[in-house]
């Protein structure tokens, strides 16, 4: 349950300069950016320890212009990152914030390795749909668990009080709209509160809240959530209620490709890397190469809202940096054979539909032309054997749309005026996705929670020091 008090000289036991709620990359970000600006930092995490959607993700981030780039030889700048952006969502998201997002993402993956020792490195053998350069930076094991891991060290490192088990639920603020303070819950049941100068919402989107789902995007109102289930949306019910701006609202990301039944992620590299999907049917049935997050709802339209994805062993060589799908690995969901019929057979799809389709696949591969459903095969790679195959179903991993920002993450109101002293960064606020699922690019939920969170921690760390 979450509510606005609002009442003009409340008082508190205990102020805190900088308050951020939840501790996912956004708010750890945003934590360690207020901290370096001077203030003293108390961060509000309702779980046990923070992971959040975070820790469910691959962890990876895009940014143009790194110095990982430079040693691979790669050529991109933040620009050319803006423009990508711009075109997967239809030109559909603010420009600045744009801007700001793709500017940032570089220098604050430097700032992380640099002072407090993440191990960033670059994703340099194969490419993702969208992206004009190979830009997408990640930790060794290329897991969402080891990031959120890395910034919570840093921030236990830095001084900063993380405060576990506390669940905000009350907003208080003044008749002007100025926030004093906050309540939270306790498991037990006990609410205490606590006052701040300044607050950032990094309490991610509404994913987990099936209401709000249903509301704003239907489509995917009973797909599996493979976010956090307390995304309940508190940032944008408390945002609506004082009269914030929101922009959006239907934008997300899906997933097409999440390993059913064991709900393990499978990495998009299966497709971009020259693999395809077949439905129970044997049949192919889109354009797998437009992106993951549009192809959820394709899935879902399938039979029983289930898919293959079909690939071989070099492409299986590359997904096995992912800690996931060496996961998937270890318990028997990527099935082998050395034929199409033996695969089909351990699908249990029939042989010769199946087989027909990954001959017309790889027909297309051979002569570099685009097939019936508008795919360029044109430098793809043909499937070799030994083949693999995965029972996937589509998802919905977290929700674009939210609160408008300015370029300093400061919440806006309707007027278009930020408010005196409210911050939102990551699924909080609204990102850089447009309205459709086809508007994401891949890495757009963790690039704005870093660099969202970042401008919002430099901002509200500066007001309060």
């Known amino acids: 349950m979450t509510d606005v008090i609002r009442e003009d000289g409340r008082t508190f ?14 708010g750890l970000v945003a934590a360690l950016s207020a901290k370096e600006a001077g203030a003293d930092v108390v961060v509000l995490e309702r779980d046990p320890l923070p992971r959040g959607s975070t820790a469910l993700s691959a962890g990876l981030i895009p940014a143009a212009g790194t110095r990982w780039q430079k040693e691979a030889g790669i050529s991109d700048t933040p620009e050319a990152f803006a423009a990508d952006v711009t075109k997967k969502a239809h030109g559909e998201p603010d420009p600045a914030i744009v801007e700001a997002v793709t500017r940032e993402a570089g220098p604050v993956l430097e700032w992380l390795g640099e002072t407090y020792g993440l191990p960033f490195s670059l994703v340099d053998d194969f490419d993702y749909p969208g992206h004009s350069a190979r830009r997408m930076h990640g930790l060794p094991t290329r897991s969402g668990e080891e990031l959120i891991d890395a910034l919570r060290e840093a921030a236990e490192k830095a001084g900063i009080d993380i405060i576990c088990e506390a669940q905000a639920t009350t907003l208080y603020c003044d008749r002007e709209n100025r926030v ?3 309540a939270f819950a306790r498991p037990d049941g006990a609410r205490e509160e606590i006052g701040c100068t300044e607050l950032v919402l990094a309490c991610n989107g509404y994913g987990g809240n099936k209401a709000l789902v249903a509301e704003h995007i239907p489509s995917l109102s009973g797909a599996l959530y493979f976010g956090h289930e307390g995304n309940h949306g508190e940032a944008l019910l408390w945002g609506e209620e004082i009269g914030a701006a929101t922009r959006h609202l239907s934008g997300h990301q899906g997933h097409g490709s999440v390993a059913h039944p064991a709900g393990i992620l499978i990495t998009w590299a299966t497709i971009t890397g020259g693999g395809v999907q077949v439905n129970l049917d044997g049949e192919r049935f889109c354009d797998e190469s437009r992106g993951y997050s549009e192809e959820a709802a394709e899935v879902l339209a399938q039979p029983q809202g289930i898919a293959f994805t079909v690939f071989d062993a070099r492409i299986a060589g590359i997904a096995r940096q992912f800690e996931d799908f060496k996961r998937a690995e270890e318990i028997g969901a990527i099935l082998t054979a050395d034929d199409w019929a033996g695969l089909a057979e351990k699908m249990g799809v029939p042989a ?103 401008l919002a921690g430099l901002s509200a760390g500066k007001a309060a020091a």
């Open 352 to 454: 010769e539909t199946f087989a027909a389709s990954m001959e017309k696949a790889e027909a297309a591969k051979a002569s570099g032309g685009t097939d019936a459903f508008g795919r360029s095969f044109a430098g793809v790679p043909a499937l070799k054997p030994p083949y693999h195959a995965v029972k996937v179903t589509g998802a919905l991993f977290h929700t674009q749309g939210g609160l408008v920002v300015d370029a300093k993450a400061r919440v806006l109101a309707k007027n278009g005026r930020p408010f005196a002293n409210l911050y939102a960064a990551g699924g909080a606020a609204c990102g850089i996705s447009g309205a459709e699922a086809s508007g994401y690019l891949s890495g757009n939920g963790l690039v704005t929670a870093v660099t969202l969170g970042r």
């Open 180 to 182: 004093t303070g906050l």
């Open 13 to 26: 036991d205990f102020i805190a300069p900088v308050v951020v709620i939840g501790a996912g990359a956004a």
